[in-house]
């Protein structure tokens, strides 16, 4: 399965990442999940569930820096009716030749207008595929705005998904918000050889999806547009597993933010918090997103 994921990444882009041909979401979707943001930035969680991660809050943090929440499907149900749509996870699972499909985390981006509004080089493997057996996932970035390198769009080292991989780290020392100096000092580690440097303009409710070990960042919002926003779907194989640990703790050697998914002696991932929302086998889909989201959003 994980040989046909490479596959399909190679035949449709070789570079690791690929920009969808047509909107995932139309106009007045977009309208909707623009309008709830700083609904949830600001705490007001309407499904009275708190998000796993909450980078920023108005008034006490840094106004300049790219925001972040993850896991916001928990406390939006606006959020959550594109995150768990059936639809995206359907397009997604297709496109990646899976029989079916999970939700292994979402972001919610904002980035201001600011000089210091750049995301460090990373791969989203060395956070949460590297978690889970058959997690080579991918990532589907589901652009609000007009993306574009000035204000800031997601920029890709093109076919770095095929470099060495770096050790893997915790998360704590998160290349996420670092915004490094030498902006390609940390690749320069990795690279075999020269570096291409690509940053694929997206229309609004277009989406890149890309292969999680490809390395990406983006920089500043050097743009006049006040904000550039997008929500980030990462996606892993329905019936991808926890790595086998030799921990008896709970959290296994899961770490920072993914520990506290896992459950002692289990290697099966929680619906909970992974929820499958597209199967060919419709009696696996997890049952109360259809509750919590209705049809959900996409491909109208
Ligand atoms: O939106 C961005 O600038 C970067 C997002 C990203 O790298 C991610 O969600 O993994």
Redesign the pocket.
């Known amino acids: 399965m994980l040989r046909r994921t490479l596959q399909s990444f190679k035949g449709v882009a070789a570079s690791g990442f690929t920009v969808t041909p047509t909107p995932l979401i139309n106009h007045s979707e977009i309208g909707l999940l623009k309008k709830s943001l700083p609904t949830l930035y600001g705490g007001d969680f309407a499904s009275k569930q708190y998000p796993d991660e909450w980078h920023y809050r108005p008034g006490f943090s840094k106004e300049d820096v ?1 925001r ?1 929440v993850c896991n916001a499907w928990k406390s939006s149900p606006t959020i959550a009716s594109l995150v768990l749509s059936p639809h995206i996870a359907e397009y997604v699972a297709k496109f990646m030749g899976w029989r079916s499909i999970r939700v292994g985390q979402d ?1 919610v ?1 904002q ?1 201001p207008r600011s000089e210091v ?3 460090g080089w ?1 791969r ?1 493997y060395s ?1 949460i595929n590297s978690n889970f057996v058959g997690g080579d996932g991918c ?1 589907v ?1 589901i652009s609000l705005d007009r ?1 574009t390198e000035e204000n ?3 920029k890709y080292a093109v076919g770095s998904q095929e470099w060495p991989m770096e050790p893997l780290r915790d998360g704590v020392d998160s290349a ?1 918000m670092s915004g490094a100096s030498d902006p390609l000092a940390y690749l320069r580690r990795y690279a075999p050889e020269d570096i291409e440097i690509a940053c694929p303009e997206v229309d609004p409710g277009h989406a890149i999806i890309h292969q999680s070990k490809v390395f ?3 920089s500043n919002n050097g743009s006049a547009d006040n904000m ?1 926003e ?1 929500i ?1 779907v ?1 996606f892993v194989e329905g019936d991808c597993q926890w790595k086998e640990t030799e921990s008896s703790l709970p959290w296994g050697d899961a770490g920072y933010i993914y520990g506290r998914y896992r459950r002692a002696g289990e290697v099966e991932l929680a619906e909970d918090h992974f929820p499958i929302t597209w199967s060919e086998n419709e009696a696996e889909i997890t049952g109360w997103v259809k509750d919590y989201i209705g049809n959900g959003m996409g491909m109208k």
């Open positions: 790219t972040e972001d981006i980035k509004s750049n995301v990373h989203d956070y990532t970035w993306a800031g769009g997601v996420f990406h960042g983006s550039r997008a980030v990462h």
